[in-house]
């Protein structure tokens, strides 16, 4: 049985996250798969494993398989093992990292070589990660369209450390695998509000006051 069939109650799909170490790929499926993260980076060896159950409105419960693939795969020689039978691949690059964007190619041509000759074709989908550091970020948006319409890529930008975009790319994906449309009611459900972070600066050093007006001066002497 393929992961893609029903068992029991539930259809199951093997989702496999490719892309160079510290793209953020462990961060997207503790986030997606148990609302955690962390700002440590441990880097992944050889391949972890996540589990998430969800539904979509007139199906039958989801069992989302996530495969989190080391980013020294590529030049491995397990990566064959590990992405064999994937339903779908999410192309995953950290958008303050361009050498994280341009090493994409290789690992979307390694991937279709892997899954060519399986019957069902896989999905392809571009994911921009860390979308919160829009003050560094090195690739622009129309690089990411770019790429994904050359290559044929379904399109998402998340961030893996605020939630936004994670459990609204992830929920879609499965849905395009199921062949269905999200309901404005679900990508709502699934859109996340994001609190800015509060950052808490050092207070500046209080000012002496004038004893005779109890105004706050300065004093600045030239030698």
């Not at 979308?131 to 961030?159: C, M, P, V, W």
Request: aromatic share 8%; glycine share 6%; with cysteine.
């Amino acid at each position: 049985m393929s992961d893609s069939e029903y068992e029991g109650s539930e259809k199951q799909f093997k989702i496999v996250l490719v892309g160079d170490p510290s793209a953020g790929k462990t961060s997207i499926c503790q986030r997606y798969a148990s609302n955690q993260f962390t700002k440590q980076y441990h880097p992944t060896t050889g391949v972890d494993f996540y589990l998430k159950r969800t539904t979509i409105t007139g199906t039958k419960n989801l069992a989302l398989k996530l495969w989190d693939v080391s980013g020294q795969a590529l030049s491995g020689r397990m990566l064959d093992k590990y992405i064999f039978g994937a339903n779908a691949v999410m192309l995953v690059y950290d958008v303050t990292n361009s050498n994280s964007f341009d090493r994409l190619a290789e690992w979307l041509e390694q991937s279709k070589k892997i899954l060519g000759g399986q019957e069902v074709a896989p999905s392809y989908a571009l994911v921009a990660n860390k979308i919160d550091l829009e003050h560094l970020r090195a690739i622009k948006s129309d690089r990411h369209h770019k790429f994904a319409q050359d290559n044929g890529l379904l399109t998402y930008a998340l961030s893996a450390k605020t939630t936004e975009g994670v459990s609204l790319c992830m929920q879609k994906i499965a849905a395009d695998l199921l062949g269905v449309r999200l309901s404005k009611q679900e990508q709502e459900q699934h859109g996340t509000v994001v609190k800015a972070e509060i950052v808490h600066y050092p207070q500046p050093q209080q000012l002496p006051r004038n004893p005779q007006t109890g105004a706050t001066s300065a004093v600045c002497a030239v030698m």
